[in-house]
Nanobody, 127 residues
Framework: QVQLVESGGGLVQPGGSLRLSCAYS????????IGWFRQAPGKEREGVSC????????HYSDAVKGRFTVSRDNARNQVYLQMDNLKQTDTAVYYC????????????????????WGPGTQVTVSS
């Protein structure tokens, strides 16, 4: 059974850092790309980052490029999102999701291509 669960969210001051984790079960997800999405109150969900199954290809949205770093450890069935220099505009519920389609530095699969989703973790950036 494929399952994804996010953790690591919380309250942080502007300029601070958080590391989110996405734990996945189901051996087949080692061959799936994993994406990170977020949804702020009153806004549509948006893509943040995507990492290919091997970790060799990574995509970032313009909003987080240079501040967020995604990585994965297939041996531990984990994907991480290191978030630095956080801004109040980063406040949102963050989700990880899995897709059979790959991602590249200049391309991430659209949201509808992701077939399995975690329940989300809240990140609040506030002073």
């Amino acid at each position: 059974q494929v399952q994804l669960v996010e953790s690591g969210g919380g309250l942080v001051q502007p300029g601070g850092s958080l590391r989110l984790s996405c734990a996945y079960s189901g051996w087949e997800l080692n061959y799936y790309a994993i994406g990170w999405f977020r949804q702020a109150p009153g806004k549509e969900r948006e893509g943040v980052s995507c990492i290919s199954y091997s970790g060799a290809s990574i995509h970032y949205s313009d909003a987080v490029k240079g501040r967020f770093t995604v990585s994965r450890d297939n041996a531990r069935n984990q994907v991480y999102l290191q978030m630095d220099n956080l801004k109040q505009t980063d406040t949102a519920v963050y989700y990880c999701a899995a897709t059979k389609h790959s991602c590249y530095s200049d391309y991430a699969p659209p949201e509808f291509e992701y077939t399995s989703w975690g329940p989300g973790t809240q990140v609040t950036v506030s002073s």
